[in-house]
Nanobody
Framework: QVSLAESGGGPAQSGGSRRLSCVAFGDNYSSHCMAWFRQGPGKERERVATIDSSGSATYADSVKGRFTISKDSAKMTLYLEMRSLKVEDTGMYYC???????????????WGPGTRVTVSS
C-alpha cells in the first residue's frame, strides 16, 4: 500500500517560482513511475509531468521549459520545481504513483490529496 502527501502549494506572483513536494509512504518506491497532475478552476485534469524509475521525464507543452520534475529516492520524495509561473498555472496539484506498465497506459492508482497553487498577476 502506498500513500502520498503533497506540500508546497500557496500563493505566487506571476513570473515567480514555487516548489512542490510529494512524500511517498509505502514500498517499491524506486521501481514505480510518478507524475504531477493539476486541475484548474473549471478545467479538466491535466497531466503536467511524469518521471519513470530511471529518472526520465516528460512534460506537458504548457509547462515545458518552466517546470522540472525530479525525485529523491532515498527520501521517497517527488518534486515539481515551477518557474516563470503564469496565472493559468493556478490549480490543485496532485502527485500520483503507479507501476510503470500502468503509467505507460496513462493510469495511476495512487494519488495524494493535492496542494493548491494560486498565481496572481
Amino acid at each position: 500500500q502506498v500513500s502520498l502527501a503533497e506540500s508546497g502549494g500557496g500563493p505566487a506572483q506571476s513570473g515567480g517560482s514555487r516548489r512542490l513536494s510529494c512524500v511517498a509512504f509505502g514500498d517499491n518506491y524506486s521501481s514505480h513511475c510518478m507524475a504531477w497532475f493539476r486541475q484548474g478552476p473549471g478545467k479538466e485534469r491535466e497531466r503536467v509531468a511524469t518521471i519513470d524509475s530511471s529518472g526520465s521525464a516528460t512534460y506537458a507543452d504548457s509547462v515545458k521549459g518552466r517546470f522540472t520534475i525530479s525525485k529523491d529516492s532515498a527520501k521517497m520524495t517527488l518534486y515539481l520545481e515551477m518557474r516563470s509561473l503564469k496565472v493559468e498555472d493556478t490549480g490543485m496539484y496532485y502527485c500520483a504513483q503507479s507501476a510503470c506498465w500502468l503509467a505507460d497506459q496513462g493510469e495511476y492508482n495512487y494519488w495524494g490529496p493535492g496542494t493548491r497553487v494560486t498565481v496572481s498577476s
